[in-house]
């Protein structure tokens, strides 16, 4: 005797071994023995063999006309003998009786399943839903396969045109676009980047980085709602300094500024002089959310996006000529020996003289200029001549700063790597096309200038943080436990100690115009300035403000983004560069295994012929293709050209550099499974 049973939703046929009261043993065809339930038992019988049975039953389903099935099926409940008989005769033979069971089987949206060989029609108008359900997705289908081949012929669609950047790295695996970019992968065998990149739907590899950018981090675009600037109304005291900044000439946002007082009378009073839009703006105005919002003004070469509306921002920047709103922090040291005598913050206004610009001046204002030599380059009638004096200190006192900060380090700061300034040539700030020009120049860390900002800010940042603390007015701090190897800077609320700067706390607010913790850090320190040892009642943010944790988060992850974007950019150029110039070799460093760091370009890349070189060796590399969408350059060594290998600082080598681009991330998926399809297909139809 054979039979036909159901086991996990599949048909089976096989022959009766042995049978109880709640089972029987069936053998396969392929001699598989299983043990099957009684009740998944459906149908027993001597004759045809099951292999024969169940290709008769396969032809009789298909010529089944559901519609008319439906119509003679019986309206309560029924066994497919039943509609056996109702549809072919009133005695239906075993091959119709098994092909009816499996065309009602395989038709959900017109048979419910009521159990082992038991349907119920499904109710007229859910079936009409149904079989709408399905012409729709047949004609989704259909556009799929058409768009599909457009890809493989070369040719974007303009809806995955439009939908390009959804596609690549937020996709909806149910859209149609998505399907069909991976439908043409699988059928070309190509990698989805690549197959877009030939269909034209990438036709600018800048605009491909800059709307990737736009679409994961401003959605809604980078314009600004109508908002005005409102005014400072506190009755500000003029400070008796005359202040000057020293920025980038791309700089609009001119946060922090500088005076010296007192050269020759034994006491030199130094101001640091920062902008103080948090006078007027306050938490939770419409300004406030547009910057909380924001958090930071991104940067790239010969273009930014602004945390504040330009208006905004010129309201409160450190513009040469005016009287500007600032909180200043003042420093009384020893004009001999640099011993601090004091310190004091005041809001008040500040005459600001003179914006000076690093990139006019750092070939003027030179070690040797500011100790008295010949000044070279410098133009005598240049109003820089004026600040000489002041410089001098300036730069006589962030050298002394900086050594103190050293000693607290353990070990020097070293500069042994440039900063690059970018130059798109004859570009005026607009969003760039990525076909212009770009010249690239080096700027070495820790020039006169570069060092008396940056010493400035530091004293700045450190002691209003720790004034903060011994306040108890709470603060966004960053901090780095250790300069052991591993060990990361840390943003959190509590006044830490900085190892990696060599402060005992450092909580920026050196940049309010340009970054949001400066902002919330300025409002506590206004609080700090107005009521000294009572601030904490009255400060914005309080002691375990939850706010200050949110404020945290949410800009370690904007700020990540943003210097993601800005280094990918920076490399952007950088590949544009190697291309606009012709360059096919360059010399540089070992500084892992496989990889180089160019000697006068910021680029780093992987090489072949390197993993046998100690870290430090100096080799002359030939560089591979460029991949302007990848941000992708492969280089050969050519030759080493050290005897013995430059020793490397392990502080420097770890600390946040340029990251090595390689294949984009991408969130296609081309390996997912026509049986997934299906099966959420059957899903998407099934009546219940």
Same mark, same amino acid.
């Given at each position: 005797?054979f039979a036909?049973?159901?086991?996990a939703?599949?048909f089976?046929?096989?022959?009766?071994?042995?049978?109880?009261?709640?089972?029987?043993?069936?053998?396969?065809?392929?001699?598989?023995?299983?043990?099957?339930?009684?009740?998944?038992?459906?149908?027993?019988f001597?004759?045809?063999?099951?292999a &024969?049975?169940?290709?008769?039953?396969?032809?009789?389903?298909?010529?089944?006309?559901?519609?008319?099935? +439906?119509?003679?099926?019986?309206?309560?409940e029924?066994?497919?003998? /039943?509609?056996?008989? &109702?549809?072919?005769?009133?005695?239906?033979?075993l091959?119709?009786?098994?092909?009816?069971?499996?065309r009602?089987?395989?038709?959900?949206?017109?048979?419910?399943?009521?159990?082992r060989?038991?349907?119920?029609?499904?109710?007229?108008e *859910?079936?009409? =839903?149904?079989?709408?359900?399905?012409?729709?997705? =047949?004609?989704?289908?259909?556009?799929?396969?058409?768009?599909?081949?457009?890809?493989a012929?070369?040719?974007c669609?303009?809806?995955?045109? /439009? =939908?390009?950047f959804?596609?690549?790295?937020?996709?909806?695996?149910n859209?149609?676009?998505?399907?069909?970019?991976?439908?043409?992968?699988?059928?070309?065998?190509?990698?989805?980047l /690549?197959?877009?990149?030939?269909?034209?739907?990438?036709?600018?590899?800048?605009?491909?980085?800059?709307?990737?950018?736009?679409?994961?981090?401003f959605?809604k675009?980078?314009?600004?709602?109508?908002?005005?600037?409102?005014?400072?109304?506190?009755?500000?005291?003029?400070?008796?300094?005359?202040?000057?900044?020293? %920025?980038?000439?791309?700089?609009?946002?001119?946060?922090?500024?500088?005076?010296?007082?007192?050269?020759g009378?034994?006491?030199?009073?130094?101001?640091?002089?920062?902008?103080?839009?948090?006078?007027?703006?306050?938490?939770?105005?419409p300004? %406030?959310?547009?910057?909380?919002?924001?958090l930071?003004?991104?940067?790239?070469?010969?273009?930014?996006?602004?945390?504040?509306?330009?208006?905004?921002?010129?309201?409160?920047?450190?513009?040469?000529?005016?009287?500007?709103?600032?909180?200043?922090?003042?420093?009384?040291?020893?004009?001999?020996?640099?011993?601090?005598?004091?310190?004091r913050?005041?809001?008040?206004?500040?005459?600001?003289?003179?914006?000076?610009?690093h990139d006019?001046?750092?070939?003027? *204002?030179t070690?040797?200029?500011?100790?008295?030599g010949?000044?070279?380059?410098a /133009?005598?009638?240049?109003?820089?001549?004026?600040?000489?004096?002041?410089?001098?200190f300036?730069f006589?006192?962030?050298?002394?700063?900086?050594?103190?900060?050293?000693?607290?380090?353990?070990?020097?700061?070293?500069?042994?790597?440039?900063?690059?300034?970018?130059?798109?040539?004859?570009?005026?700030?607009?969003?760039?096309?990525?076909?212009?020009?770009?010249? $690239?120049?080096?700027?070495?860390?820790?020039?006169?200038? %570069?060092?008396?900002?940056?010493?400035?800010?530091?004293?700045?940042?450190?002691? +209003?943080?720790? +004034?903060?603390?011994?306040?108890?007015?709470p603060? $966004?701090?960053?901090s780095?436990?250790?300069?052991?190897?591993?060990?990361?800077?840390?943003?959190?609320?509590?006044?830490?100690?900085?190892?990696?700067i060599?402060?005992?706390?450092?909580?920026?607010?050196?940049?309010?115009?340009?970054?949001?913790?400066?902002?919330?850090?300025?409002?506590?320190?206004?609080?700090?300035?107005?009521?000294?040892?009572?601030?904490?009642?009255?400060?914005?943010?309080?002691?375990?403000?939850?706010?200050?944790?949110?404020v945290?988060?949410?800009?370690?992850?904007?700020?990540?983004?943003?210097?993601?974007?800005?280094?990918?950019?920076?490399?952007? +150029?950088?590949?544009?560069?190697?291309?606009q110039?012709?360059?096919?070799?360059?010399?540089? *460093?070992?500084?892992?295994?496989?990889?180089?760091?160019?000697?006068?370009?910021?680029?780093?890349?992987?090489?072949l012929?390197?993993?046998?070189?100690?870290?430090?060796?100096?080799?002359?590399?030939?560089?591979?293709?460029?991949?302007?969408?990848?941000?992708?350059?492969?280089g050969?060594?050519?030759?080493?050209l %050290?005897?013995a290998?430059?020793?490397?600082?392990? &502080?420097?080598?770890?600390?946040?550099?340029?990251?090595?681009?390689?294949?984009?991330?991408?969130?296609?998926?081309?390996?997912?499974?026509?049986?997934?399809?299906?099966?959420?297909?059957a899903?998407?139809?099934?009546?219940?």
């Amino acid at each position: 005797m054979f039979a036909l049973f159901e086991e996990a939703g599949k048909f089976q046929t096989g022959r009766v071994l042995s049978e109880a009261e709640a089972s029987s043993q069936i053998e396969l065809d392929s001699g598989k023995r299983v043990k099957v339930k009684s009740a998944n038992v459906l149908l027993k019988f001597e004759q045809p063999a099951p292999a &024969e049975l169940m290709r008769e039953a396969q032809a009789v389903a298909a010529g089944i006309e559901l519609e008319l099935a +439906w119509e003679f099926a019986p309206e309560d409940e029924f066994g497919f003998a /039943d509609l056996a008989r &109702e549809y072919f005769s009133d005695r239906p033979t075993l091959a119709q009786q098994a092909g009816a069971l499996l065309r009602l089987f395989e038709a959900p949206h017109y048979f419910r399943r009521a159990g082992r060989g038991r349907f119920r029609k499904a109710p007229a108008e *859910i079936l009409q =839903q149904a079989l709408a359900a399905i012409e729709k997705k =047949q004609q989704v289908q259909a556009q799929i396969e058409a768009w599909a081949a457009e890809l493989a012929a070369g040719r974007c669609p303009q809806p995955i045109r /439009d =939908q390009l950047f959804r596609i690549l790295f937020k996709p909806d695996k149910n859209a149609a676009e998505y399907k069909a970019v991976v439908e043409a992968a699988r059928a070309t065998h190509s990698n989805p980047l /690549d197959l877009l990149q030939r269909s034209g739907a990438i036709d600018s590899p800048y605009q491909f980085h800059w709307k990737r950018f736009l679409f994961e981090n401003f959605p809604k675009g980078t314009g600004f709602p109508p908002l005005d600037a409102p005014p400072i109304r506190d009755e500000l005291p003029l400070a008796p300094v005359q202040a000057f900044s020293v %920025d980038d000439s791309s700089t609009t946002e001119i946060d922090d500024a500088l005076s010296v007082r007192g050269l020759g009378t034994g006491t030199v009073t130094v101001g640091i002089h920062i902008a103080a839009p948090g006078l007027a703006l306050q938490p939770a105005t419409p300004i %406030d959310q547009v910057a909380r919002q924001r958090l930071s003004t991104v940067y790239m070469p010969g273009h930014k996006i602004t945390m504040l509306p330009d208006d905004v921002v010129q309201a409160y920047t450190l513009l040469a000529g005016r009287d500007c709103p600032a909180v200043s922090l003042y420093v009384e040291y020893d004009e001999a020996s640099l011993v601090v005598k004091g310190t004091r913050t005041s809001l008040e206004r500040v005459p600001i003289t003179q914006n000076l610009r690093h990139d006019q001046l750092d070939a003027v *204002i030179t070690q040797d200029w500011l100790r008295g030599g010949d000044p070279g380059e410098a /133009d005598e009638t240049h109003p820089v001549h004026q600040l000489r004096d002041e410089l001098s200190f300036l730069f006589r006192l962030a050298t002394h700063l900086k050594s103190l900060r050293e000693v607290v380090r353990g070990k020097p700061e070293n500069f042994n790597r440039p900063d690059y300034n970018f130059r798109l040539v004859g570009h005026d700030g607009t969003e760039p096309t990525g076909q212009e020009r770009v010249e $690239i120049t080096e700027r070495r860390r820790g020039a006169p200038l %570069d060092l008396i900002v940056s010493e400035a800010m530091i004293l700045a940042n450190s002691s +209003w943080g720790s +004034w903060l603390a011994e306040l108890g007015v709470p603060a $966004i701090y960053r901090s780095q436990a250790s300069l052991l190897p591993g060990v990361k800077v840390r943003m959190g609320t509590k006044a830490l100690p900085h190892a990696g700067i060599g402060v005992r706390s450092y909580a920026w607010s050196t940049s309010p115009l340009r970054r949001y913790t400066d902002l919330v850090n300025q409002w506590q320190i206004i609080a700090a300035a107005r009521h000294g040892r009572t601030a904490a009642l009255v400060a914005p943010f309080k002691p375990k403000d939850a706010e200050l944790f949110s404020v945290i988060s949410s800009f370690e992850a904007a700020y990540s983004a943003y210097n993601g974007h800005q280094a990918a950019m920076e490399r952007f +150029w950088t590949l544009r560069y190697l291309q606009q110039e012709g360059i096919t070799e360059l010399t540089g *460093i070992v500084f892992k295994e496989g990889l180089v760091r160019a000697d006068h370009l910021p680029l780093v890349l992987p090489v072949l012929g390197g993993a046998d070189l100690p870290r430090g060796s100096h080799v002359r590399v030939r560089l591979g293709e460029i991949d302007a969408i990848t941000l992708d350059v492969k280089g050969t060594v050519l030759e080493r050209l %050290d005897v013995a290998p430059e020793p490397l600082d392990v &502080e420097e080598e770890e600390a946040e550099g340029e990251p090595v681009a390689g294949p984009i991330a991408i969130a296609v998926d081309v390996n997912d499974t026509e049986e997934s399809t299906t099966a959420a297909a059957a899903a998407d139809t099934r009546v219940t």
